[in-house]
Structure formats: C-alpha cells, structure tokens
C-alpha cells in the first residue's frame, strides 16, 4: 500500500510541474570572450622635404620660371651665335625663358626692347649690347627688372652701382683695347702693310668698339715708329644690314691694294665680297671673334691669321647672378659696400689653327663648354650657399686648355 501512495505522489508532482511551463530550461553557455583588437599601425610619419634646390615639374632649377630679355646688335654674328648656343644649353638645367631681340643699332631701338620686354613680363634684361648707356638701366629698373652688363661702362658705374636692380657685369681688364691691338699686331706678324680697319659700332658712340678701334689705331702707330711699314687705306663702319654704309665702305675697301683686314667685330660677313672680289686669301684677316668651326675653317682656307677671342660662355655668367637675385640672395654677389660687381674674366688671343681647332670644340655643346652646368652650379646660392665673389672669378679667370680639362 505504501509502493503505491509513493507512485501516486511522484506522478503528482511530474503533472504539477507540465502544468506550469514544462521542463527547466538548460543553464546557458556563457559567450565566449571577445578576441581582444589587435594594436592599431602606428601612423608612418610624414617624409621630410627633400633637401636642397626645389626644382620645376621638368625638374629644371629653380621652380619657378624666370623671364629673361637679350639686347644684341646683330643677330648673324657669330658670338651671338654661340652665346645663344650656350644659353639654350643652360635652360636644360636651369627654368629659364629668354625673349631675343632682333639686331639694335640705335637708342630709340633699344629702349622700345626694354619696354617691350617688361610688357612680355621679362623679370631681367641681359645687355649684350648697350647703345643707351644708363638710359637703359634707368628705363629696365624703373620697370621693376634686375638689368645684366654692360661690361664696364662709366656712366652706368657712376648712376647706379648701388642699384640693387642693377647686377654688375664682368670685366676683363681693358680687353677691348687688347682685342684691336692683337689684331693689328697679328697683320704685322702675318706679314701686311696696307689695311683696312673695320671700327663696328665706333660711329654709333658704343664704347666698346671705341677702345678696340683706339687699340688697333695705337698699334698702327707703334709700328710705324718701330719702323714697320704699315699704313690704312681704307675705314669700314658700322655692321651689315644696318644704313647701307658698311655695305658701300665695304666694296669700296675691297678695290683698294689692301693686304690686311684688322676687323673689330666678326670677319666672316667679308667671305662673299672677299671671293667676289678675287680677293679670298689675298687678304688676311684678324679679328674680334669667337672661336666657332668656321673660323677654324678659315685659318685653314688662309683668310684668318689671327682672332681676338672673346669667350660667349661669359655672357652666361648673367644667368646665375639674375637666378641668385631672384630668389633673394644678391647680397652674395655685390660688394662689401653693397655696390653692383664686376666680375673678373678673360679672353683668348689666338694666332695659329691649332689652338684655334682645341678651343672651338669646348665653345660648343660638342665639347662641353668652357663652363658646364656643374660649374654654374658652383656658383648659385641654392648649390653654394657660401658663393663669394672671389668664387665667381676664379671660376672666369680660368680658361686656358688646362684649367678647362682640371674641371672635366
């Protein structure tokens, strides 16, 4: 009896709990825990500038493009040539844009250019040429452009030496007169008595052909009082294309018994009138030139026998002084007083083919230069910052063939 009261309350108690919700649910299984996050990157940090010139999209210095007006007198001149030769050759390195001028024989021409330039947003002028002596800085500063050369000019010395707009230029002793000297000296050397004197620009009261005519003029009279017979016969102005004078002076000049030609300027307009003349290696030629292939030609053919060489690669020095001004370091370039520099330079005299051949191969993108861009490097401020002045002329100082090959 008691088996069956226990079996009745245990079904009892199974049927109390069904009737209020079933079976005890299962205990839950605790989440699992979280993966901790893994440790953020530490964030990379930003690359320093790079160091040294900031340079242009096409990697040319300096980053921003600088506008540059060129004064030239005559636009088939060899040195002309050549310089805008090296010119462009700088301007694959340095971010440079040049505005040429056509051929300038006067004042008025002049300073329409120099307008015209700071119309164009030229930031400097170059003066290859300068017929407005400080005319020309007057009107190029009172525009607001830094202004290049001209060698050295009193007037321009004398108005604006303290001009911060005013660059300098370079000097070479007086070269000028050296130049006209050498030439004559070369037709004495060569053998002449009866020549001709081509002045350039000596009636257009440009300096520089005064003292290359004033030297030739004084050798002449050296000479005769040394006892050498020599004498001119015939005086040739100005430059080809300019009044008709040259031209005239020119044929006039060629149906004379000269022997000789002493030429202030490049030789090579007289190859025609020479060989139309019948006259092509009858008359000897020195002149004021560059060192280019053809004049190297023309040692050989007989008509040169003598060049007073100007080095084009100088009128470049104008690129690094304007680059260092324009990025506000001219105080580098100026003397201790603060007035404009002249920077020391050189020339070439040159009498035999030789050394005439040697050296035109560096006055080209052939050979190099005779200062490549690593020298003009040397002395911008951005490559150099401690540039002196003394850096600037001892680089243009050194130009013999042993100098130029030290610093290859």
């Not at 321009?156 to 000028?176: C, E, K, R, T, W």
């Not at 037709?187 to 003292?211: P, R, T, W």
């Not at 201790?336 to 006055?363: H, K, R």
Request: contains cysteine.
């Amino acid at each position: 009896m008691k088996k069956i009261l226990a079996l009745l309350l245990a079904l009892a108690m199974v049927l109390s709990m069904a009737a209020c919700g079933g079976a005890p649910a299962a205990p839950e299984t605790p989440a699992e825990p979280e993966a901790p996050a893994a440790p953020a990157e530490p964030e990379t940090p930003a690359a320093p500038e790079a160091e040294g010139p900031q340079l242009s999209a096409d990697g040319r210095y300096p980053a921003e493009t600088i506008k540059i007006g060129f004064l030239n007198y005559d636009t088939t001149a060899e040195l002309y040539l050549t310089t805008k030769a090296y010119i462009e050759y700088l301007q694959t390195a340095f971010n440079i844009e040049m505005l040429w001028s056509e051929s300038i024989s006067s004042v008025e021409q002049e300073l329409a250019f120099i307008e015209q330039a700071a119309a164009a947003g030229c930031d400097a002028i170059i003066a290859f040429y300068n017929v407005a002596n400080d005319q020309s800085v007057d009107l190029c500063t009172s525009l607001g452009m830094y202004y290049w050369g001209q060698g050295f000019n009193e007037a321009i010395q004398a108005n604006h030496s303290m001009n911060p707009l005013y660059l300098g230029s370079f000097y070479v002793g007086n070269a000028d007169y050296q130049y006209g000297k050498g030439c004559v000296d070369a037709l004495v050397e060569a053998g002449c008595h009866k020549i001709i004197i081509a002045s350039g620009g000596v009636n257009f009261g440009i300096q520089m052909f005064i003292d290359r005519y004033t030297g030739a003029m004084d050798a002449v009279k050296a000479h005769q009082e040394a006892g050498y017979d020599i004498e001119v016969v015939a005086e040739v102005p100005g430059f080809p294309g300019t009044d008709g004078s040259f031209e005239a002076a020119q044929t006039e000049a060629l149906n004379s018994d000269a022997d000789g030609l002493a030429s202030m300027l490049t030789a090579l307009m007289w190859i025609q009138p020479m060989q139309a003349a019948g006259k092509f290696g009858q008359i000897k030629t020195a002149a004021v030139d560059v060192v280019s292939p053809v004049v190297v030609d023309m040692f050989g053919a007989g008509m040169y026998v003598g060049v007073s060489a100007e080095i084009a690669d100088i009128f470049g020095m104008a690129i690094p002084m304007i680059i260092n001004a324009m990025d506000g370091h001219a105080e580098q370039q100026r003397n201790a007083d603060g007035s404009a520099p002249l920077i020391d330079a050189s020339w070439w005299l040159v009498t035999n083919i030789e050394d005439a051949a040697y050296l035109s191969t560096v006055e080209s993108n052939e050979g190099g230069w005779v200062f490549d861009i690593e020298d003009i490097q040397s002395i911008l401020y951005a490559y150099n910052p401690d540039l002196t002045l003394e850096d600037m002329s001892a680089l243009y100082t050194a130009v013999d063939a042993a100098d130029i090959q030290a610093r290859r």
